[in-house]
């Protein structure tokens, strides 16, 4: 079982990552003032002592601690780690993300030090911006000059003002007022802020201070404590969360993630980068993701080369294991490159020209994010070409090995949002293929069927579409795709005429009863009950009434299509086991 310290944004998220797993855990707030909703939590309300903290975890069979408390609950988070300590458990500290200290920021080690600055500065007009909770801390300096405190306009924050003895005719709100129109309303000569991170409005504060001239102090988020024989993992985004309670918690997850390829990519550019640079080789490396967050990889090394070996989770994948390398040299600019294994895009419809390599450009980014200077990258991926081969790539118009890809750097085990991203790029392809048609199909049988219709075609032109109808038509309304012809089978032809835009058999059967029905509309009158599977009705249904029934089919699927593609033309082909093609 999972306990969170929350009531913050990162308790929020962290929220959300545990629920993904349907597994119970405990979400733990001072108060009830955070409004979240939790399906598969529970949120325990009060502030608790350690006697009632170490009574609770043995109580509930505590097995790891979140704390996603403020960075400046510092009783908080030592409780925290001494309770780990008691119990005996380790402890994820989800901090937030931080911008690098500037210097021209007036940066103060504490209150005390803050107050000794502001001094020393001569500022008498000042809009503090720490909370309701510095009031005290900060009460040398408002007592002899003037201050203004933004604090949240609750009861609660109310009281701790007044009990503190702060003038309430100073006192502003974030309900009412932002930075910027607070600073042109008061003329302070200067702001003082907490190093909250960019969840806590950090770079808007600064950028509303510097917009308005004005000198910035800001108060230094504590360290976090550390202590013997227990093990704290700093993570601050929630791919990280995950990852490490998959990893302290296996079977809390019952589906593990992975990584992408363009992540995989990056952490050995880094690798890379670090031994030419100084020699060194770390056995991990930390990797800036796309959303900002930083997590750590595991590489290995080469003669001139490191490497990543590609774990994608749960979510199937032909990547799976494969090494990916990059070598990195000097260079008076920065430039990525591909190497053995690493394919070459031939088409247009994708982020770079015909003969690039095929890394898109989200990695492309995530290397310039994390490596600061000049260099030549090449990656590279032994086997890649005969790997590729088991792709979409051939398809895709992609030739001489795999993809470098991925938008969030993490693969969830979620095989149908890939699958769906991937539908959408193939009909990109398709559409810059220049074919004014393309034909959509739900898989290889299907395919080989409908080619034979349009001969002339590109390769290109002819789109998987799975399970994934709705997404699909969707797609090439998107793309404007004038002509669109729809290859399906009768399992998913009969759950489709029902309006089941995604036909996977987790969300939809085939309702025999509907069935029925378009039989009796073609005329046909059979006994389904003992009826199995759809295909079956190839065989019951008499030879001459089978154009019939595949009239019926295919107009009830137009009723729940058409619409889908309302400036383009949709064809259905209804196809049999045998590949006999109905049209309506």
């Not at 007592?143 to 306009?153: A, D, G, K, M, V």
């Not at 003082?192 to 509303?208: N, P, R, V, Y």
Request: aromatic share 8%; proline share 5%; net charge negative.
């Amino acid at each position: 079982m999972i306990l969170v310290f929350g009531g913050t944004t990162e308790g929020r998220m962290a929220a959300k990552v545990l629920e993904e797993s349907g597994a119970t855990y405990y979400y733990s707030t001072r108060s009830d003032t955070q409004d979240i909703k939790l399906v598969h939590g529970h949120h325990v309300i009060g502030a608790m002592e350690m006697p009632e903290m170490v009574t609770f975890c043995h109580e509930h069979e505590i097995r790891l601690i979140v704390d996603a408390a403020h960075p400046f609950a510092i009783n908080l988070h030592h409780n925290v780690v001494n309770l780990a300590e008691q119990i005996g458990v380790p402890v994820i500290r989800y901090d937030r993300i931080y911008p690098p200290h500037d210097e021209d920021l007036a940066w103060c080690k504490d209150y005390d030090d803050a107050i000794n600055q502001l001094e020393t500065h001569d500022v008498h007009r000042l809009l503090a911006l720490t909370g309701v909770n510095t009031i005290a801390k900060l009460r040398d300096y408002w007592n002899s000059h003037e201050c203004w405190f933004r604090i949240l306009n609750r009861d609660e924050s109310h009281a701790g003002a007044l009990k503190a003895g702060f003038p309430v005719d100073h006192l502003v709100y974030y309900e009412k007022d932002d930075t910027a129109s607070l600073i042109d309303r008061l003329h302070p000569q200067a702001i003082i802020t907490k190093e909250s991170g960019l969840s806590g409005g950090f770079d808007e504060k600064i950028h509303a201070a510097r917009q308005a001239g004005i000198k910035i102090f800001v108060v230094e988020r504590p360290e976090y404590p550390t202590a013997d024989g227990i093990t704290v993992d700093h993570i601050n985004g929630p791919h990280g969360l995950r990852r490490i309670v998959e990893k302290l918690l296996p079977e809390f997850y019952p589906l593990h993630s992975g990584l992408t390829t363009g992540t995989c990519a990056t952490a050995a550019t880094i690798a890379a980068t670090i031994r030419l640079k100084t020699g060194e080789t770390p056995t991990s490396v930390p990797v800036v993701l796309p959303n900002g967050e930083t997590i750590h990889v595991d590489v290995t090394y080469g003669d001139g080369y490191a490497a990543v070996f590609k774990q994608s989770g749960d979510d199937p994948d032909v990547t799976n294991g494969i090494e990916i390398r990059a070598s990195v040299e000097p260079s008076d600019h920065f430039e990525i490159l591909g190497g053995e294994g690493v394919g070459c895009f031939t088409v247009p419809g994708f982020d770079f020209p015909p003969g690039e390599p095929a890394i898109n450009k989200a990695p492309r980014q995530m290397m310039r994010d994390n490596i600061h200077e000049n260099v030549r990258i090449t990656i590279s991926v032994p086997h890649g070409a005969e790997i590729a081969r088991r792709t979409f790539n051939p398809r895709l118009g992609i030739e001489g090995g795999i993809s470098i890809i991925g938008v969030s750097g993490i693969v969830k085990p979620f095989s149908e949002e890939a699958f769906v991203a991937s539908i959408r790029k193939c009909m990109q392809v398709a559409k810059a293929s220049g074919s004014d048609r393309v034909v959509i199909n739900s898989g290889g049988k299907s395919e080989r069927f409908v080619k034979a219709q349009y001969p002339d075609l590109p390769q290109q032109a002819f789109v998987e579409y799975g399970n994934y109808i709705g997404e699909t038509l969707a797609f090439a309304n998107e793309l404007a795709i004038k002509y669109v012809t729809m290859g399906v089978m009768l399992g998913k032809a009969v759950k489709l005429a029902a309006g089941n835009l995604d036909t996977h058999s987790r969300h939809t059967t085939m309702d025999k009863d509907f069935v029925m029905s378009m039989l009796h509309e073609a005329s046909i009158d059979i006994d389904i009950s003992d009826l199995t599977l759809a295909r079956e009705l190839w065989e019951r249904i008499p030879q001459e009434k089978l154009q019939n029934f595949a009239t019926v089919v295919i107009n009830h699927c137009n009723r729940y299509c058409s619409p889908l593609l309302p400036n383009g033309n949709l064809t259905i082909l209804l196809i049999t086991d045998t590949g006999t093609i109905y049209n309506s």
